[in-house]
């Protein structure tokens, strides 16, 4: 795992490195992705990038407000609190509906539970 990420980065990273050594990362997300996420109160963002069976992730440094999420090219973003990520898909659910989860095309919960192993 690569030192430089902390928190949901680096768990993230190694979800897809594990998908990578066993060579199913391409059959879990044959298509090519470009995911934003921003925990709302643990900024910056970073942004997922996987395609052709590799993966990439970069730390968004000047992304630190859901405004700035607009910004990004990325297919899709999810921005929400740390609290509600932790509460799974009903809290991210819950959280939609209350608009203090943001989404950017609902594929961002598909990919975000192929990340962490849940879809």
Excluded: Q
């Amino acid at each position: 795992m690569s030192p430089l990420y902390e928190g949901l980065p680096a768990v993230i990273y190694s979800g897809l490195w594990v998908l990578k050594i066993f060579r199913k990362l391409e059959k879990k997300f044959p298509d090519s992705i470009k995911m934003a996420i921003l925990l709302t109160d643990s900024p910056p963002a970073f942004l997922i990038k996987i395609e052709n069976g590799e993966f990439d992730i970069e730390i968004l440094e000047n992304i630190k407000d859901l405004k700035d999420l607009d910004t990004i090219d990325c297919d899709t973003y999810l921005a929400l609190p740390t609290e509600i990520l932790y509460k799974g898909a009903a809290g991210i659910r819950d959280g939609i509906a209350s608009k203090k989860v943001h989404v950017k095309n609902l594929d961002a919960i598909t990919i975000l539970s192929k990340l962490t192993g849940v879809g």
